[in-house]
Every structure is written in structure tokens, then in C-alpha cells.
């Protein structure tokens, strides 16, 4: 069965730092590209960033900029996201996403969804 299996995430103090996994099982990663969404509580699904089947990476929210790192290791078909500096305002469902080699912050375009994990920034 192929599909995306997120770990990480959790209660985290404001600057702290926490990093999600998303790890593909059923297929590899090496020609997808993968995106982190996120929902926060009453709002709609926003694309965090993107990293691209070649490792282009895509920051799509000026607030994150400087404080998130998207990587990828094919070898072992996950992708990362280092988050640090944790502010209140990250707090949401963090969601990873699997594209055909290239980038794109549109949701409906993604195909592969993991099931979603928690971040919680608060003292």
C-alpha cells in the first residue's frame, strides 16, 4: 500500500524546536516532489514549504522563513522538517504531501497524504 507515514511534532515551548518526518512506504521518493501544509485551528490549509525531486526548496510563508529547514535522504525515503524558533503561531496540523518532481504550493495538485501530526507551540 503506498502512502505517507508522518512522525514527530508534539507540545513544544515557544523556541523551541521540534522536527517532523514524513517516510513513503509502498513506493520511493526519488522522483516526488514533497510539501508540508499546514492547518491551524480555524483557518485553511497553507503550504509551509516544498522541496523538490532534484532538492530545490521552496519556503512559501514569510513568517517561516529563517527558522524552517525542508531536506530530504532518499536512502532512507523521508523527508524532514526541522522547525526552530517555534512561535505560538505555528501551532496547527502539519501535513506532508507527495507531487510528481516538481513544486507547487496548490493542495488539490498533491496526490499522497500523510495522516497529519500535531504541532502545539505554548508555554
Known amino acids: 500500500q503506498e502512502q505517507l507515514v508522518q512522525s514527530g511534532g508534539g507540545l513544544v515551548q515557544p523556541g523551541g524546536s521540534v522536527r517532523l518526518s514524513c517516510t513513503a512506504s509502498?513506493?520511493?521518493?526519488?522522483?516526488?516532489?514533497i510539501a508540508w501544509f499546514r492547518q491551524a485551528p480555524g483557518k485553511e490549509r497553507e503550504a509551509v514549504s516544498c522541496?523538490?525531486?532534484?532538492?530545490?526548496?521552496?519556503y512559501y510563508l514569510d513568517s517561516v522563513k529563517g527558522r524552517l529547514t525542508i531536506s530530504r535522504d532518499n536512502t532512507k525515503n523521508t523527508v524532514y522538517l526541522q522547525m526552530n524558533s517555534l512561535k505560538p503561531e505555528d501551532t496547527g496540523v502539519y501535513y506532508c504531501?507527495?507531487?510528481?518532481?516538481?513544486?507547487?504550493?496548490?493542495?488539490?495538485?498533491?496526490?499522497?497524504w500523510g495522516q497529519g501530526t500535531q504541532v502545539t507551540v505554548s508555554s
Open positions: 509502498g513506493f520511493t521518493l526519488d522522483s516526488y516532489a
Open positions: 504531501a507527495s507531487h510528481y518532481i516538481i513544486c507547487t504550493p496548490d493542495a488539490p495538485d498533491f496526490g499522497y
Open positions: 522541496i523538490a525531486s532534484s532538492g530545490g526548496r521552496f
